[in-house]
């Protein structure tokens, strides 16, 4: 029998070997599903890992070197961020972390002399203003469910988070559309070439760099979807299934969305975001605080 302490090392390790070729895997039935609502094809399962290898192999070219050390830093924290939730630490340190490698990527696109570059990285910092409310709101509604930040003690409770968590989890679910870069909300950077032929935060990087980004990006797909499961977590096995269900769910959901949506002005994105948390999540807020 594995103790606590083995069990979170275990969960670690999983996350740092298997969190990106999960994620890798995701990407790539993400692509073969959208092509086939298309009406093609579409590439193969594993295209995501040749796009990877094909990068890494190509020559990093920079207008500012220190534009390499951002990109690093960035995927640090995107690991690190993971890292700490998958250990079933603290869910707010989790989120801060999450924050802060936001601002790296920033902080990489805006170094160079582009103006797409400059631009997509400004509307990177308005996507981070969007969601911020909803995450934090997350956390705050964990606590006041549980009584505690910890994760490690909020995967043990004996009812899910989502009994008492509904509006919360409408809220974090409609920035997950914010997070992952898909249409309506994918301002900072598109991944459909015939939405945007310049890809914005993006568009400076290349060679290993961009495979870097994008490695950064599985990992927090990995993170976010671990935290929809989290709404589910308990002690009860059926629990665990209706939430690995609801996780798989809720993807194809924002696969369907980013197929059927077209891209929106930045005010709309942030006002509809604020305006789903503060009703959503503010009110569930308030029906918890009443009956705690």
């Known amino acids: 029998m594995l103790t606590e302490t083995q069990i979170k090392i275990l969960a670690l390790l999983l996350y740092l070997v298997a969190g990106p ?3 890798g895997l995701i990407n790539g039935i993400d ?3 959208t092509a086939r609502m298309q009406g093609r094809v579409g590439p193969p399962l594993l295209q995501p890992f040749y796009d990877i290898a094909k990068l890494w192999q190509k020559e990093t070219a920079v207008i500012n070197h220190s534009q390499n050390f951002f990109v690093l830093i960035y995927l640090v924290f995107s690991v690190f961020t993971g890292a700490i939730f998958f250990l079933g630490s603290d ?6 972390a999450l924050t802060l490698a936001g601002i790296f990527l920033v902080l990489a696109a805006n170094v160079v002399n ?3 570059s400059i631009i997509g990285a400004d509307r990177e910092l308005l996507m981070m203003l969007a969601d911020e409310p909803a995450i934090l709101l997350t956390a705050v509604g964990f606590y006041l469910a549980s009584g505690t930040f910890v994760v490690s003690d909020l995967v043990q409770v004996a009812q899910p988070a989502i009994l008492k968590l509904p509006g919360i989890f409408l809220a974090f679910v409609y ?3 914010i997070k992952f870069r898909k249409s309506p909300f994918d301002l900072s950077t598109s991944h459909h070439g015939h939405q945007e032929i310049v890809k914005g935060l993006t568009t400076e990087f290349a060679g ?7 490695i950064a990006h599985w990992y927090e ?3 976010l979807l671990g935290m929809v499961f989290l709404f589910f977590a308990s002690q009860s096995l059926t629990w665990v299934l209706i939430g690995l269900g609801v996780t798989v769910l809720v993807y194809f959901l924002e696969i369907v969305i980013d197929n059927t949506f077209a891209r929106v002005k930045w005010p709309v994105v942030v006002i509809g975001s604020w305006l789903v948390a503060a009703v959503a999540g503010m ?9 705690s």
């Open 21 to 23: 070729f999960l994620a």
């Open 31 to 33: 692509r073969r599903i």
């Open 91 to 96: 869910l707010l340190l989790t989120i801060f």
């Open 114 to 116: 582009s103006p797409y």
């Open 175 to 177: 920035i997950l559309t």
């Open 208 to 214: 290993k760099n961009l495979a870097l980004v994008e």
């Open 221 to 223: 797909t990995i993170l």
């Open 283 to 291: 009110l569930n807020l308030l029906i918890l605080s009443l009956h």
